[in-house]
């Protein structure tokens, strides 16, 4: 074997130490965006002509329910993240300690598949920092984006004064905008709620959230 | 309820993971925490 054969056979069979990290956090805030958008755009289109289509109106639907899953879904990819980068002692504003301490944490999270907030809070207590306040902004919008999430995604059909429409209406009523293409005698949730109103203001509490989190921890924004 | 500050600060100076097991279950008993819905 000459040198050069060597040198091919080197470059065939050795294997490059390199690894990628995949990030999916901002394209889900930017795709809730993006649907939040697209929503809007179809309210002022029909607003000016009756509805074209059912299928324009099935688009509407989809925009507003994909933004509003999207935003709880960076949610939870951001503070996963945030462990997740920790765990690899690559989070500027924390003492290696303060990130061993959220290292070592992640496990049990993560095994035990708890909800996003209290993922956020309890990151918070363990570098010794308070945690937002439960009953103010922006923890309580974004606990109620979750919790719309949840509706939306467990749905369950029933009857107008039952107890998950109630709680949705009770907590998001007079938040945004109501769906402009839903006449008044429509059901407040979902058909009321789910307008770009709904969609922007569940984009902006996640983002709001996400935000006082990141100053709280003391750690760079992320978006 | 609060957390009781002496498991963090044990947790802090040992890093134990028993010990920030035990906080994280204090702090899931404090908060009423639920598995997130799937």
């Not at chain 1, 050069?4 to 990030?23: N, P």
């Not at chain 1, 299928?55 to 949610?75: C, D, N, P, W």
Request: proline fraction near 4%; charged fraction near 25%; aromatic fraction near 8%.
């Amino acid at each position: 074997m000459n040198a050069k054969q060597l040198q091919a056979k080197v470059v065939a069979t050795g294997s490059v130490g390199r690894r990628v990290r995949h990030d999916i956090m901002k394209q889900y805030f930017e795709a809730a965006g993006y649907f939040a958008d697209c929503a809007a755009s179809i309210e002022d289109e029909t607003q000016k002509a009756a509805l074209k289509d059912k299928i324009e109106t099935s688009q509407h639907r989809a925009y507003v329910v994909g933004a509003v899953v999207l935003a709880a879904m960076a949610m939870e990819t951001c503070i996963n993240g945030i462990y997740l980068d920790a765990c690899s002692k690559n989070l500027k504003g924390l003492d290696d300690r303060e990130m061993a301490l959220l290292a070592k944490s992640w496990a049990f999270l993560d095994e035990r598949h708890l909800d996003t907030l209290f993922k956020y809070m309890h990151a918070l207590l363990l570098v010794g920092k308070r945690e937002l306040p439960p009953g103010e902004n922006p923890y309580q919008g974004a606990k109620n984006l979750i919790d719309l999430r949840n509706a939306l995604t467990h749905y369950k059909p029933e009857w107008d004064d039952a107890k998950i429409h109630e709680t949705i209406k009770k907590q998001l009523k007079g938040r945004f905008d109501v769906n402009p293409l839903a006449p008044d005698a429509y059901l407040w949730f979902p058909e009321q709620c789910l307008g770009s109103g709904c969609a922007k203001w569940a984009v902006n509490a996640a983002e709001d959230f996400v935000r006082a989190f990141c100053k709280q921890l003391g750690i760079p924004k992320r978006i | 309820m609060e957390v009781p500050p002496g498991w963090l600060k044990l947790a802090h100076q040992t890093l134990d993971e028993e010990i920030l097991e035990n906080f994280l279950a204090q702090n899931l008993e404090r908060a009423g925490a639920v598995r997130e819905e799937r």
